[in-house]
């Protein structure tokens, strides 16, 4: 560890000396990051030699996930959506669920050493999409704007959404191999989701409120209007932990409670440019630690099953179910395929792994799940990194020809 910190902070400096002259090429920020802690891990340089069950680590994952949940959900406008929510409606309503049982079913059969519980929870885990991962989808201004409206609100929400059922099935996991009762296992998971839930709207209400009165009377300086979400989101993790509830849960809950009540008091979101700023660092890290702890280790262990199966997860059990759930807006196969193809996997799995491995040896088969997790964000780390720009200005290039899909997407109601 003594390494560590001053390693990761010279790759940080010297990425951002170069960050504008990568900007226009397919290596992402988080190819570099990833690449870096590979090479500098203890599997490799060792000057990035921390145990991924350091406490340092779970708390950098944590707080980076917190974070990162509370200022997508805090965006989330529903009133101003509704004339939008066609599209993530349907990669969130239809499209996740698939997704899941799609994940599920390829683990079973192609990792058929794992029990059902472990096959589920890895589909579960490998479920959330990160749209950081191929930023240029995202924001490329020539892109249809419904297309990427609908692939940044997929990845903003479904983070929030597989949280609770990550704790769900985790849970059962554990319970059926015996690491707690069942009894344990349902109470600890109502724990979690209440507590989360009311931890993160008092947190969340008590924040907006504070901030909306400030303004109302004048009296925030703006810098400290910034300060205002990030402790927003620290207040709504740091009271659900103690209380037994999942942090997470309340960092996505008090997003919304805050964005909503904001929003309602007549604020705008020119306040959370601290709260992006500090989540883009501490993503940063955690993908170099990602690179040096996790992936380092896990390419040891690689198998042909493993590779197939995340293979699967970024091809198949990605595409199919998006394709099912634009069934009946007709939009055209390129659009199916771009849509498909950009769910690329991230953060969200990444600490949900660190979580797993927070206590070993509770599942049976815990090495061949978190193995072919990582694997899987490695690869998609690198696939949808190198894709991204090209696909999505080849993408936007056929649009501009064939401009009639986003009229049908618009026009088609959600499920």
């Given at each position: 560890m003594t390494w560590a910190l001053p390693v990761i902070a010279g790759v940080?400096?010297?990425?951002?000396?170069?960050?504008?002259?990568?900007?226009?090429?397919?290596?992402?920020?988080p190819i570099v990051f990833t690449a870096a802690g590979l090479l500098l891990g203890g599997k490799s340089a060792g000057l990035i030699d921390v145990h991924v069950t350091a406490e340092?680590?779970?708390?950098?994952?944590?707080?980076?996930?917190?974070?990162?949940?509370?200022?997508?959900?805090?965006?989330?406008?529903?009133?101003?959506?509704?004339?939008?929510?066609?599209?993530?409606?349907?990669?969130?309503?239809?499209?996740?669920?698939l997704?899941?049982?799609?994940?599920?079913?390829a683990a079973?059969?192609?990792?058929?050493?794992?029990?059902?519980?472990?096959?589920?929870?890895?589909?579960?885990?490998?479920?959330?999409?990160?749209?950081?991962?191929?930023?240029?989808?995202?924001?490329?201004?020539?892109?249809?704007?419904?297309?990427?409206?609908?692939?940044?609100?997929?990845?903003?929400?479904n983070d929030g959404i597989c949280v609770p059922l990550f704790l769900v099935v985790l849970a059962i996991a554990e319970a059926e191999a015996g690491a707690i009762g069942g009894g344990s296992a349902a109470r600890l998971v109502t724990e979690q989701i209440g507590y989360g839930i009311a931890a993160g709207v008092g947190s969340g209400a008590v924040a907006a409120a504070v901030l909306a009165a400030a303004r109302r009377r004048d009296t925030i300086d703006p810098l400290w209007a910034q300060i205002v979400p990030v402790t927003a989101a620290v207040l709504a993790y740091t009271v659900a932990v103690p209380l037994g509830g999942?942090?997470?849960?309340?960092?996505?809950?008090?997003?919304?409670?805050?964005?909503?009540?904001?929003?309602?008091?007549?604020?705008?979101?020119?306040?959370?440019?601290?709260?992006?700023?500090?989540?883009?660092?501490?993503?940063?890290v955690t993908f170099i630690v990602f690179g040096a702890v996790l992936?380092?280790?896990?390419?040891?262990?690689?198998?042909?099953a493993v590779l197939g199966y995340a293979v699967l997860s970024l091809t198949v059990v990605r595409m199919v179910p998006v394709a099912l759930s634009l069934v009946g807006t007709h939009p055209r196969?390129?659009?199916?395929?771009?849509?498909?193809?950009?769910?690329?996997r991230g953060l969200a799995t990444i600490v949900f792994v660190i979580l797993i491995l927070?206590?070993?040896?509770?599942?049976?088969?815990?090495?061949?799940?978190?193995?072919?997790?990582?694997?899987?964000?490695?690869?998609?780390?690198?696939?949808?990194?190198?894709?991204?720009?090209?696909?999505a200005d080849r993408y936007a290039a056929w649009f501009r020809r064939h401009p009639r899909d986003e009229d049908d997407l618009a026009k088609r109601g959600s499920p």
């Open positions: 940080l400096l010297v990425f951002a000396a170069l960050s504008r002259r990568l900007a226009g090429t397919p290596i992402t920020a340092t680590v779970k708390l950098l994952a944590e707080v980076t996930l917190a974070l990162v949940l509370f200022s997508d959900a805090a965006r989330v406008d529903l009133s101003a959506l509704r004339t939008e929510i066609s599209l993530p409606a349907r990669l969130l309503g239809i499209g996740l669920p997704t899941i049982l799609a994940g599920f079913g079973v059969v192609v990792l058929g050493d794992l029990a059902w519980p472990e096959a589920l929870l890895l589909a579960v885990i490998l479920a959330p999409t990160d749209a950081a991962l191929g930023q240029a989808v995202v924001t490329l201004q020539s892109l249809p704007l419904r297309v990427r409206q609908g692939l940044n609100v997929e990845s903003g929400l999942s942090g997470f849960i309340a960092a996505f809950v008090g997003g919304l409670t805050f964005g909503a009540i904001r929003r309602r008091s007549g604020g705008g979101e020119e306040g959370e440019r601290l709260l992006d700023e500090a989540g883009d660092l501490f993503s940063a992936l380092g280790p896990a390419l040891g262990h690689l198998s042909w196969a390129p659009t199916v395929a771009f849509l498909g193809w950009f769910g690329p927070e206590e070993p040896g509770q599942l049976p088969h815990e090495n061949l799940l978190v193995t072919t997790a990582v694997l899987t964000i490695g690869a998609s780390v690198l696939a949808h990194g190198l894709s991204a720009a090209p696909l």
